[in-house]
């Protein structure tokens, strides 16, 4: 079982032709609202990708679709609470005509969670169970802690980086997956792929690295092994908002069904392509389905 202790959004995306600069007003020519959050989107991917997944967290008064969203995909829902009286956790995104985009979060709900529905919701899960976290929620630290001290296996996708991320006890982490400005943040330094690897795994040694590279494809790393690179999937990207999260949804369940981090960085990369495909985040992750059938495609399967 994996319990995502995670963020529920709901995204406002505004469509430009280039992102704004400091001192511009721009004009977008569409406005879409979408379900998101990086934990909200995690755990569709990894519902969809066919894992046995929990998600804990809150939803503000307008966000009761979001919980059945996840619910229609897979996810165990009987831990998300409603916060009455409070707005939800939400997003404003630019999506350039690239299909990059840039994100403004406002906590809501997110950030109403406390150490007593951390520790409910740790006390319901056994030693051999994962527990999946991100940034975009208070108490991560009593998250990392209470898991760590249950043997549960911790995996973290530390996103955003802030002074109070970097406060927790991050070498209780399992297992981090990010990018490569958030490993420049925590490891605190800029470099190349196999120079952040380097300096994560001197700092974490105990932890496993998954490190994603945009455009170029993702890496696996623990000390004392050779790093594991998987390129990839050449696709003409519409939009790049759930792509991380894809990926890291159904590379941990990939991880926690046993597949070996080569396999698990390839089914991975395989999804990640097929979101960045297709307007939106949670809308985008696709099912397990069509992953199987893409790497079929691909004499991969």
């Keep these: 079982m994996i319990v995502n202790i995670g963020s529920l959004n709901i995204d406002y995306v505004y469509d430009v032709e280039s992102f704004v600069r400091k001192g511009q007003t721009i004009s977008s020519t569409r406005r879409s609202v979408f379900a998101g959050g990086k934990g909200l989107n995690q755990s569709i991917a990894l519902g969809r990708a066919g894992a046995d997944v929990a998600h804990a967290g809150l939803v503000g008064d307008e966000g009761a679709f979001l919980r059945d969203l996840m619910l229609e995909s897979g996810v165990d829902v009987s831990r998300v609470g409603t916060a009455e009286g409070h707005s939800n956790g939400h997003a404003i995104i630019q999506r350039d005509s690239e299909g990059d985009n840039c994100i403004i979060l406002h906590g809501g709900s997110n950030r109403l969670i406390g150490a007593g529905l951390i520790d409910t919701t740790l006390l319901a899960f056994k030693p051999e169970d994962w527990v999946l976290l991100q940034n975009e929620t208070s108490c991560v630290s009593n ?36 990018n490569e400005g958030e490993a420049a943040a925590i490891a605190g330094i800029d470099g190349a792929a196999d120079e952040l690897l380097a300096a994560m795994l001197d700092r974490f040694p105990d932890a496993e690295i998954v ?83 893409k790497l079929a495609g691909l004499g991969l399967a």
């Design 211 to 293: 490190l994603t590279v945009g455009a170029d494809g993702a890496y696996y790393a623990r000390k004392g092994g050779e790093p594991i690179f998987q390129p990839a999937f050449a696709v003409d990207a519409v939009d790049t908002t759930a792509a991380g999260d894809t990926f890291t949804g159904y590379y941990l369940a990939e991880r926690a069904a046993g597949s070996d981090p080569s396999r698990a960085l390839l089914v991975a990369s395989a999804a990640s392509s097929i979101a960045v495909s297709r307007p939106g985040a949670a809308p985008s992750i696709p099912l397990r389905r069509e992953v199987e059938a």
């Design 143 to 178: 998250a990392i802690e209470g898991a760590h001290a249950r043997g549960m296996k911790v995996v973290l996708n530390p996103s955003p980086v802030n002074d109070a991320l970097l406060a927790c006890p991050l070498e209780l982490v399992d297992c981090f997956i990010l």
